[in-house]
């Protein structure tokens, strides 16, 4: 199969396209590459820059095919455009997910109780998060160009995947299999406190109270000093 092109727009638009899509392939390994990079200096773990690129590559996949089911037309520059936005928000929301495991973890809890509580501290601003940008991404659907209304479209579908099964389901659930081996080779403490531990929230909100009564008496002295 060959194709001929003999000059014009024509022509400038099939030499882009090339020249985009046969790159694309070193960019998207780039992309990874560099992902892992940082969440292995950053966790000090093998496993987990593998399973943000596994999580990574389930939403583009997903995305990507719901995009070819609706699009008869798909515009070419579409998909790479959306490329780097889905994984800059999946990396976004990982990140945040997993400092607050590891925090947990660091703290004595055990594996299990350790994600279950970062999920259930971090899930509903994660979530939240995803509908902030689903109603910023939904302004692109009601443009009249055809890419933008498709760039909108895989948007919007990518973030609340991404957000509500994703970061909440998939994710977890690979963190729990992994068990013990989660944070090799970083020399993680013992886990002894289960989730039903909620000594840590008990804690902040004794601290916060006792923090606002000071600050009152604080007050409170200064305004006998000025009468």
Same mark, same amino acid.
């Given at each position: ?11 400038? /638009?099939?030499?882009?396209? /090339? ?19 940082? =969440? ?31 699009? !008869? ?10 490329? !780097? +936005? *889905? ?7 990982? $990140? ?27 899930? !509903?601003?994660?979530? #939240?998060?995803?509908? *902030?940008?689903? $109603? ?6 009601? !443009? ?8 909108? =479209?895989?948007?919007?579908? #990518? ?5 509500? *099964? *994703? ?26 406190? #289960?989730? /039903?531990?909620?000594?840590? /929230?008990?804690? +902040?909100?004794?601290? $916060? ?7 009152? #008496? ?10």
């Amino acid at each position: 199969y060959q194709r001929r092109v003999h000059g014009g727009g024509a022509c400038a /638009d099939v030499d882009a396209m /090339d020249a985009v899509y046969n790159a694309m392939p070193v960019m998207c390994c780039a992309t990874f590459g560099v992902i892992m990079l940082i =969440v292995l200096v950053t966790f000090r773990s093998i496993l987990l820059p593998i399973v943000f690129v596994l999580a990574m590559l389930y939403t583009l996949c997903v995305t990507f095919g719901v995009a070819v089911l609706v699009f !008869s037309d798909l515009q070419w520059i579409v998909p790479v455009m959306a490329f !780097s +936005i *889905i994984c800059g928000l999946a990396l976004d929301y990982g $990140i945040f997910l997993l400092v607050r495991v590891r925090e947990f973890r660091k703290k004595g809890f055990t594996n299990p109780a350790c994600i279950t509580k970062g999920v259930y501290k971090t899930g !509903s601003i994660i979530t #939240s998060a995803g509908i *902030i940008m689903f $109603i910023a991404f939904g302004g692109l659907l009601l !443009s009249s160009v055809n890419a933008l209304n498709q760039f909108g =479209v895989l948007l919007c579908f #990518s973030v609340l995947l991404d957000t509500f *099964i *994703i970061r909440c389901c998939f994710v977890p659930a690979l963190l729990t299999l992994l068990g013990r081996y989660l944070w090799w080779p970083w020399n993680a403490p013992p886990g002894e406190r #289960s989730e /039903d531990d909620v000594m840590d /929230d008990v804690l +902040i909100e004794g601290t $916060i109270q006792e923090d606002d009564q000071l600050l009152k #008496s604080k007050e409170c002295c200064l305004l006998k000093k000025r009468y």
